[in-house]
């Protein structure tokens, strides 16, 4: 089973500011890699897919990239609905989902 | 929109159907997805359902208590867990989607065993 491991597994930081959180796979999953926001008591919102394409109607402050094991989700000048749980997933090999970052005040 | 069937408390041993039902009847998507969260915990793949052929695939840790099936008329698809364990207390997903992604979420179910 390919392992997701997200760092950090928390971040606080203040609306305006950007947040980069960190998704390393156990072994190569190319670019099979979605993010997934989920706010609490919520289910989780779909983001973007191919490691770095956003899904229809979420704004371009969310940026994806990487490759192979190394991933980053960047959000620029969060607002106070991205405080949220991020989590990473690769579906490259079966599905599987990282840990989770929290994104906090 | 997914629409998820209510809360359920099972004993150990007992079995559980979750419906998750598109609204208009239909899902708009390839797949159905199931994903299970325990409190505090990450996200845990259960198993998928290619909607136009019935295709299933379970996850290795659910296969053999897990059943995944869909009703194209009402455009509803069903989970069941048999030989339920305190384990598998969770908030259940269903998300329409591709066998790869999610892309539109349930709003969850929570299953309970208890005895």
């Known amino acids: 089973e390919i392992v997701m491991t997200q760092s950090p597994a928390s971040v606080s930081v203040s609306p305006g500011e950007s947040a980069t959180l960190s998704c390393r796979a156990s072994?190569?999953?190319?670019?099979?890699v979605a993010w997934y926001q989920q706010r609490p008591g919520q289910p989780p919102r779909f983001l973007i897919y191919?490691?770095?394409t956003r899904a229809t109607g979420v704004p371009d402050r969310f940026s994806g990239s990487g490759s192979g094991t190394e991933f980053t989700l960047t959000i620029s000048s969060l607002q106070s609905e991205d405080f949220a749980v991020y989590y990473c997933q690769q579906y490259n090999n079966g599905l599987t989902f990282g840990g989770g970052t929290k994104v906090e005040i | 929109q997914l629409v998820q069937s209510g809360p359920e408390v099972k004993k150990p041993g007992a079995s559980v159907k979750v419906s998750c039902k598109a609204s208009?009847?239909?899902?708009?998507?390839?797949?159905v997805q199931w994903v299970r969260q325990a409190r505090g915990q990450r996200p845990e793949w259960i198993g998928w359902i290619v909607l136009g052929s019935g295709y299933t695939n379970y996850a290795e840790k659910v296969q053999g208590r897990v059943t995944i099936t869909r009703d194209r008329s009402t455009g509803t698809a069903y989970m069941e867990l048999t030989s339920l364990r305190s384990e598998d207390t969770a908030v259940y997903f269903c998300a329409a989607g591709t066998t790869m992604v999610m892309q539109v979420w349930g709003g969850g179910t929570t299953v309970i065993v208890s005895s």
């Open positions: 191919g490691a770095s």
């Open positions: 072994q190569g999953v190319s670019n099979f």
């Open positions: 208009g009847s239909k899902f708009g998507s390839s797949s």
